[in-house]
Structure formats: structure tokens, C-alpha cells
């Protein structure tokens, strides 16, 4: 990022140009969003700022779920809507944005004052004369709101809203009524940097806290490290990796947390995914005697049924701007501060545990004849191999963010999947800003979607906004004829509404207006190989999408025994009662193994010691 | 709709059954939206219900457009959608049914109690145990919200939400926690048709409203009768075209009132679109004495800036649930009652005004040669006589949406847009419900669909669930380039960001999966008359879709004025300023053609007195 500004401002700009100079300041290079009756002015803005882009999504979720996938990759996002229908369209995306911890800006042209004072039933309204309502709607997904409508302290409002999107990593709000987009302000302001450092810092605390978490580090004989969501968020990927340089504790990752840690790194022990782990993964964490999440983000997916919920008495928790040490919880204590201090205090000669060797966390790979029908448990392992540094691998919610996990990376790959918020057909959009911010990035990475059937269907047009652009993304799309990840949690295989119409999928691109494109289908596992096997396809240089067609009741390992195991209602989470002490690892496992999952009746309120 | 049940229950159901049971009783056949975790099992149980049909959409905005477009047929439709992702999805669409009165019942299946009370980290959750907050949003475009999680009550909150939904015609919030929808309930009060009468009503209002509305009708000298939408909201036509009979007034209607008058009746004078209706109405409707605006919903969009919001000392405004008169309001008296006390009382004898003749509102249609490229302005008049009775008509926000005007119905022509709330993609959504709302009335009318190049692609998908299901739409895809209806609106022809990426259109079809149906692409006159002259085109036996190719600045003829005559920024309504009694009609009529359209900075707080 860039806090040096290239070129020189005129004294005095209108407040549109504040806004994106200031977004442009902090490495935001593509707007996304669509243009509206409210917003337009802003829009022609976009066009007279240096190497800004007005993206032009096809519907405005696209449009958020492209500015979270940006920001994901870039740590900050802008999505531009206009008033009433266009900001409501977004909502369910920039709540996704809120909820998972994703930095955006969410720019909504509203009516001129004028207008709002008078109550006008102006279209785009309720009818009623309530123009706060939308603006409402969206503080409630926002960390902070505003509505730029006092000339003397928009600038200002500006810079905290972005601010406040930047470091706390989570939507704004900012509302500019029509008549203030053109409004002359003064530019004196961008010529020095935002202010991203951590808020007010207590020197106390922090040092009360660490000193803490380092005598137990040193003690610890069996201790893990596991790095969460929270970790990429804030841009953290290189602290992490000292962590475990100097600890030498085994490392693993949530899936919220996959491409947050060096996956070649020998000290990494695998994708934790509590109960249903693999049992290598399992042996480590389950009887470790000390834990550390890191940007931690818990989540039922990501550590399925808050497996170690219960285990609190021996974890620490960083979140992004608080922590948990055992019970105690420490506020206003931000995540990059304490690991930033935990770095610089902490002494490796005092540490006790003595690092062991573990197993690969990956099974060995099924050898299966070409002539097979495709399965998913052999797929993933199979594209451990063919993924380069440096990718950006993005999972729709469904079997591939379970699948995924059975990938191992290369060092640097980047991860994208919305497991908390799991709103379905989000990585189709997500891959489209991905995209542009790997674009941005001239290094020129690949961006690799896996999205199912089912699920592409709910944002298929958003792959237009890909050609009109250029963009190369490599497209797997898995066919398994319907909703799969649904038919296995609610244990009906056959239920008509799982079902979705047939396309003809391999038609998409060119529907849409693609010219210079590749299209393959692959159905066994000869078609697989040859696939990966062929560098022409390796290559990003034209948008790719292939068909994988898969079984409709094929999926990867831990989801499928998690269906075929299951033999009651699905279950939320495990049930503390289950955890007698005194059992033992493996009589443990065998019960676990039987009990994962979800059920709405037997709930342990102790879960809410992880939030 | 039967109000007497077929087929009897057992005493003892799901309540699950008993919400579907009584949607099914008002007539709802057709469910919209998607499965999720926590609706799958209400889904399981439609399945159950004869005659009732699971549409399963593409995504959940499409659900919700689709639920409205059925409403607009039926009255009444349902949208099912899950927690979190899949309501937050919906919002836009059920603010629009919201904003524009349509009944709209939208179940959201929850998560269980136990999982609430314990505030559980859920996936679909924001992450900080607030459950509430989606139902919050909810309710902001509801006109009541209920969760069903008391046993005791939860029939009657069934009851109590679909009333008013069907008599208010509006939005209502049903959340349903997982646990609840296979609770067992009495069916016993489904044995008694929902209660469908008008609330408390009071004679002595009734009265002295009537009368006072009555004595101005029968000393009218130059009156005029305006429908507007919410007449065919509460299935008014009929009553309607009494009031015509009876009095012999000239009759017109808005927009949003368009297929609620019979447009071939000798009364009928035209569309009233405010300051750009045609001469021919304005010379009818600026200078009467009286207006009678029934089921009066006004928008910028249909009286075009408020038109006659500065004349309401002339005018009687029936709106669903309140009346005005001059500038007294009748709180409380709903539109049916309204109606029907004034036809019992009418005495046509006392009636002043003589019927006078009028010009029929079509300019003469324009004759153009073969080989020219079409114009907006001469298509919408040639669709007048290729329209049939009962043809159910649907236009998009934008260029059709004003076109459509142009065109004079058949009787008993029924006709879908979103004029107040105006987001653009929802006619594809609506072309849905209407289909299905058309399948089931059994004589198979029609339905046809206006949608530009630009709308169709933020929901284009929906068309496969119309292919899905065998539906038969004609689809008219008004390609013009982009946005034209924004390039119009903000005066700029060639900003980039009007502009889309350009899609195969006749390919979309068999792309989602079509074996049987008709593509046509018209370029010029002679393309247009052979395509309305071919007796096999205009049977509805398959979908169809004909891409028109227009000109990017072309519109209907009222757009384009408004656009060529502008000259400073597009105004919101006239300044009553500008609106000085001794000026004469044709001075005035000059002055107002330089002057509709928007005006941010210059408006009047009068306006008020229409809502």
C-alpha cells in the first residue's frame, strides 16, 4: 500500500473525489457496485481518479460479495450502491463482510437533503417518509454509520469511517446525499497518510497478558498453535509465521484460516476441524495441554460444533481486538499489538516442549483406474500437486470448502471461503474480485474457483463481469446434480427441492459474450489426470471453466462419514456431558466419531465462552 | 379463491401444515424460494399438500420478486426463506411489495430456541448472538412481524399474519424456529374460513365522507375518475368499472392503475402520467374541477413529479386503508368500503355533468417503411392490437415500463410493473409468479414479458426456473445497449459506466437447459410487422424469446421529450411557484412542457398532502 501520494491535488476538490482519493490512498484500485439515480455523479468521478476503476457488477449482492473477495486479498473493499433498492440488495453481502471480518466501505448515494427533509414519496422509498430506514438497516451490518451531509465535518467522517473499515476490519457505512457528491471541500487533508495505527494502547494490560501466555508457552509439553480467520485479515501471515519459527510448537489452520500459514512449514500439522479432523490432526490437538488460536473467528464450521469449547481452561484466545486467556478475558487488546508483543518478549531458550515429528496430515492417495467415475476424496488430494505459489483458491460453502481441506498448499497460496457466514453462490462473486485485485498485483497469480452447480446458479452472471473485463479466473465447476451439501445435512437424499434445472453448463461463457476461452469436461479419473497433467491448462491466460461431474451423493471425506455415520437428528454441538475426564483418548475418539455434528435440543451454554 | 375446504384433516397436524393449510385455503398454490438448513423441514411438508407446488428459485431476491408477481394475480403469495443469508437476500424484493402494497406472507425458517437462547456462534449468524437482528430488519418492511415459538398462540399468529397481509395488502414476517414446524397443533380452525372482512368499521365516517364526496360529484361540471394501483391490489375492477357506468365520467388511469380500467370503454381517456401525459389528457385532467383518485398510491414516477399534489383542494383521494377529501383525512376507512357505500348511494340523476366525447388518447401510429431500424415509439403503438383479453402484461423499471403507456389494452388486459419502488430486475422475477398465477387459473392466458438488455442480466437466471417448470412466457428483451433509462435520467449519453457487457441473448435459452422454444431477433419494421402478423408467434405453446434491437438513445416518445427538452438538472416535481392561477392553458401547458421532470433544489413541501 501506498501512503505517498504520486501527484499533486488542487487545494480545493469536491467531496466525491475526498472519498475516492482516500480509497485510492489505502490501495483500493476497483470499485465495484452498479450505477443508480443517487450515485452517478460519483460514478463519473471514478473515471478522473489514476488507476481507478468503476468495475460495473451485474446485480449489487454480486457486487458485495466482489468487494469482500477484493478485500480479502487487498484488506480493504469499496462497494458502491445507490439509495433504497440498491443498498438493500447488498445487505445480505456486507453482512457476510460483518460477520466474518472483512474490511469494506459501503458508499450509498442517497437523495438530496432537500428531498429527505420534505419527505418526498419519491420512488426507491417505502411510501411512508421514512428515509432512514434503509440507513438503519445498514448500521446494523456496519461497525459505523454515517451520512455525509454537514460540509464542515465530511472529510473528517471520511477518514474515520475508513479508518474504522481498515484496522477493525469490518464494514462502513457512508451515506452522500446527491447534493453533496459535488460539494467543494479542501484536499489538505490527503496529503498526510491515514492514521492506521492500533488504537490507545495500554502498556499495562498487554504486558499483564502476554507474560501470562508465555509462561504457559514455556511450560507447555504437548502445546498447539492454531491459526484462524482473523490471522489474513489483519495482515498478520508473517507474525505467524515467526510464531512458529521460534516456538517450533505444531501449527494448523481452521478452515477460515487455511493459507494463513505455511503449509510446506515441517512444524505444520494440518486443517483442524475439531471432531472431524483427521485422526492425526486429532492426536495432536485433542490432548494437547495448551492451545493458541490466533485471529481467532470461531465458528461451528470452522471448528465443527466448537469442539474444543469446552476446553477453554487450557487455551488462549487472540481475536482481532480482544483476548481469552483461559477464563480471564482482556478487551480493547487488538491482535496485531499482542503478537507483536508476544514476539518481542518471547525467549525460545525457556521454552520445555521438544519438537516430535508428525505424519503427513494427508492420507496417502487412493490409486484408482482411469476409467473410474470421479470421486471428491480422490480429487482434492490429486490437486495438492498442481497448485502453484502464490494461487488464490476460492471455496463456495458446500462440499468444496470441506473438500479444500484435503488440498495441502504451497507456501503463499491464498485462501478464500465464507464458512461462517455461508451465504451460497458468494464465491462466484468473490472470484470476481479476486480478480481484479490479483490483477492489481502484476505478479500475475492464477485465481482458482470451486463452486458447485447448485450454487453457481444463485450469482451465475457475475462470470459476465470476468469476460467483459478480461479477468482469467480457472473455473471447477462441481457438477453433482443439486444441492449435495444440503441432501447430507438434512438426511434426505431424494427430496425434490435439493434438485436444481440442468444446464448446459459449458455454454455459459460464450452466452455471456467470451470469445477467447476454454472449456473442458471431465467425468472419470483418466479425464481428471489428463487434466492436471496438461500445462496448457495450468496456465491463466484465458478464462477456463471445466465441468467436473461427480455423483449426486459424492462428497469429501469428513462430510461423507459425517452423513453415514450419522444416525440421529443433525447436531449443533457436542454435549460437555459426553466429556468424562477420566476416558480415554481412544474410547474418546470412537465416541466422538459417533457424535459430531448437529442437534438442536442438546446444547452446552459453555460455548459462549468462545465469543 | 374457495373458502370451503375440499378435504378434510385430521384434528391433530404439524404446524408446519397448518400455515400451509391456510395459504392454501386464500388461494396460494405456488410456494417461492429457497431450502436452507432451517426451513428443509416446512419444505418436506408442501410436498404433502395437494395442489401445492415448491417453485424452488435460482436465488432468494428472484423468490421474492416471484412471490410478488403472483401476489399481483392472486392477491396473495408466499416466500420461504432461511435465516440470515436467505431472508437478508429476500429484502429488497419484500420492500418493494411493501412500497407498493402488494400481500406478500414471508416464512423464515429459524433456528431452534435453544440454539437462540444460548446465543451459539451459528454459521448465518453475524457472530455476536444477536438472533434478532435479522427479524429487525424484517420488520422495517412488514406490516407485522410474528416468531411462532409458543405452541399455544401459533395458529392464531398464522391467522392473524395472513389477514392482514391479504387485507392490507403488505408484507408479513412469519418466523418459524426449526424446532416448531413439526409441533403438533388442532387443525379445528381450519375448519372456519379466515375472516376476511374490513376491520371495526364506523357508519357515522362512512356517511359523512360519502355525502360530502357524493354532493362534489353531482355538481361537477368537468370531473375526472383517476385508478391508480391499488384498485386491482384489493380486486377492485369490477367496482370500478361500475363507478364509470354510473357516472359517466371520463376515467384514466396512472401507471401503477394501468389493466385496472377497462381501456376500451367509450369513458376511457387515456393514461395520466402527470405533467408528461399526452395533450389530450391534460386538457381533460389540468383544468377539471373535480378528481377522483382511486386506490390512490402516488409516486413521482406515476403523476410524474406530483403533478396535481398542489391541486388537492379539487380532489378526493381514495387510498387502501384512509381517504382524503380537499384537505380533510378519513383515517381508518379502507378502499373496499369506501367504494362500495359510494355506488349503493350514487344517485346517476343528480349527476350535472354531461358526457362529452374525447379524441382517443393513441397519437395516429406513425407509417414507417420496411427497412427502418425500429423506434420505442412505434413498437408500444403497434402492440396495441396484438395484445389480447386477458393477456397478463409485464414491464421492467425503465424505457418498457413508459412504453407501455403507449399502448392501448383489450379488456380485461392485466398488466405488472414496479413503478414506485422501481428496482430494476424485478419483472423477470414477477414474469415467474404470473406465470405460475396464470397456469392456475386454467384458461391460459398470456403472459408477456418487457425486459431490457440491461434489467435481464441482474436476474436473467430465473428464466431457468421458468424452463424448469414448463412455463410459457413471451419474452420481449428490449436490447438498446446498456442503461438507457439512466443515460436519460442523468443526462449522459456515453458514460462507461451505462454500458454492459454484451451477451448472446438468443442463447440463454438452451443454455438453462430449454429443448422446446422459439428465438427471434427484430431489427427493423418489417421484421416487427411479420413477427405480430404470424398466428404461430402469439400462441403461448412454448417460451419464446425476441431480441429487439434498438437504437442506445432510443425511448418512448414521453421519455424522450423529457430528455430533449431539458435543459437544466432533472427536476423532482414543479414548484407551485411556477403554478399562477390567472395563467391560461396554453401558456401554462408551454411553461409546464419546459418544466416536468426533477428538481433537487426546488421543491415543495405540499407534496406532503399526498401521502
Known amino acids: 500500500m501506498n501512503y505517498v501520494y504520486q501527484f499533486a491535488l488542487p487545494p480545493e476538490i469536491t467531496l466525491g473525489h475526498y472519498l475516492l482519493h482516500r480509497l485510492r490512498q489505502l490501495g483500493v484500485h476497483t470499485i465495484f457496485g452498479l450505477p443508480g439515480e443517487f450515485n452517478m455523479p460519483l460514478l463519473d468521478q471514478i473515471y478522473t481518479i489514476p488507476q481507478m476503476v468503476w468495475a460495473g ?73 421514512d428515509f432512514k430506514v434503509f440507513n438503519r438497516l ?50 489538505s487533508l490527503l496529503n498526510t497518510p491515514l492514521d492506521l495505527r492500533p488504537a490507545l494502547r495500554n502498556e499495562e494490560v498487554e504486558n499483564e497478558f502476554i507474560d501470562k501466555v508465555l509462561s504457559a508457552i514455556y511450560k507447555s509439553e504437548n502445546p498447539a498453535i492454531i491459526a484462524d480467520a482473523c490471522v489474513s485479515r489483519h495482515g498478520l501471515v508473517e507474525e505467524m509465521q515467526q510464531l512458529v519459527e521460534l516456538t517450533k510448537f505444531p501449527v494448523f489452520c481452521t478452515p477460515m484460516g487455511k493459507g494463513s500459514v505455511d503449509e510446506q512449514h515441517p512444524r505444520f500439522g494440518g486443517t483442524f476441524l475439531g471432531s472431524i479432523s483427521s485422526p492425526q490432526v486429532r492426536e495432536v490437538v485433542d490432548f494437547s495441554d495448551f492451545i493458541l488460536v490466533v485471529g481467532a473467528l470461531l465458528s461451528d464450521f470452522s471448528t465443527s460444533s466448537f469442539h474444543f469449547a469446552y ?28 503478537l507483536k508483543v508476544l514476539l518481542s518478549k518471547l525467549d525460545p531458550s525457556r521454552i520445555r516442549y521438544r519438537p516430535q515429528e508428525f505424519s503427513d496430515v494427508l492420507k496417502p492417495k487412493l490409486h484408482l483406474m482411469n476409467n473410474v467415475p470421479l470421486r471428491q476424496e480422490w480429487i482434492w488430494s490429486q490437486l495438492t500437486s498442481w497448485f502453484n505459489p502464490g494461487d488464490i483458491v476460492i471455496t ?27 451465504s451460497v453462490g458468494y464465491s462466484v462473486g468473490a472470484c470476481l474480485g479476486a480478480s481484479f485485485a490479483a490483477r492489481e498485483e502484476g505478479s500475475n497469480p492464477r485465481v482458482i474457483l470451486f463452486v458447485g452447480d447448485g450454487a453457481l446458479q444463485l450469482t451465475v452472471q457475475e462470470i459476465s463481469t470476468m469476460i467483459r473485463w478480461g479477468l482469467k479466473p480457472i473455473i471447477f465447476l462441481m457438477n453433482n446434480g443439486g444441492y449435495t451439501i444440503d441432501r447430507l445435512l438434512h438426511k434426505k437424499s431424494n427430496a425434490g427441492y435439493q434438485d ?8 455459459i461463457l460464450p452466452t455471456f459474450g467470451a470469445s477467447y476461452y476454454d472449456t473442458r469436461k471431465v467425468r472419470t479419473v483418466g479425464d481428471f489426470l489428463a487434466l492436471i ?79
Chains 1, 2 share one sequence.
Request: charged share 20%; with cysteine.
Open 533 to 611: 497433467s496438461d500445462p496448457g491448462f495450468a496456465i491463466n491466460d484465458k478464462i477456463k471453466m471445466v465441468e467436473v461431474v461427480l455423483p449426486p451423493m459424492d462428497a469429501p471425506p469428513a462430510l461423507m462419514e459425517k452423513w453415514l455415520l450419522e444416525d440421529k437428528p443433525v447436531r449443533l454441538l457436542e454435549s460437555p456431558a459426553n466429556e468424562s475426564p477420566a476416558e480415554g483418548p481412544t474410547a474418546k475418539r470412537a465416541r466422538l466419531d459417533g457424535q459430531f455434528g448437529i442437534d438442536y435440543d442438546d446444547m452446552d451454554g459453555n460455548v459462549n465462552s468462545v465469543q
Open 311 to 338: 476446553r477453554t481452561k487450557n487455551t488462549v484466545l487472540l481475536f482481532s481486538n480482544h483476548a481469552k486467556l483461559k477464563n480471564a478475558s482482556y478487551p480493547d487488546l487488538e491482535l496485531k499489538v499482542a
Open 500 to 507: 436444481i434445472q440442468s444446464w448446459d453448463n459449458l455454454k
Open 138 to 187: 445498514g448500521s446494523d451490518v456496519a461497525d459505523y454509520t454515517t451520512v455525509l451531509n454537514d460540509v464542515d465535518t465530511a472529510t473528517e467522517e471520511i477518514d474515520k469511517s475508513l479508518r474504522i473499515a481498515f484496522t477493525r476490519q469490518r464494514p462502513v457505512y457512508v451515506g452522500i446525499p446527491l447534493n453533496m457528491i459535488n460539494t467543494v471541500v479542501s484536499s
Open 396 to 422: 463456495e460453502t458446500g462440499t468444496s470448502a470441506f473438500g479444500i481441506n484435503q488440498s495441502k498448499f504451497p507456501s503463499r497460496t491464498r485462501c478464500i471461503s465464507q464458512a461462517l457466514w455461508g
Open 57 to 129: 457488477n451485474t446485480n449489487e449482492l454480486n457486487a458485495a460479495y466482489a468487494a469482500d473477495g477484493y478485500s480479502r486479498i487487498k484488506r480493504l473493499g469499496c462497494l458502491v450502491t445507490t439509495f433504497g433498492v440498491g443498498e438493500l440488495s447488498a445487505v445480505n453481502g456486507v453482512a457476510g463482510s460483518f460477520a466474518e471480518h472483512v474490511g469494506l466501505v459501503h458508499v450509498v448515494g442517497m437523495p438530496p437533503l432537500s428531498a429527505q427533509v420534505k419527505q418526498l414519496l419519491l420512488h426507491h422509498t417505502l411510501g411512508n417518509g
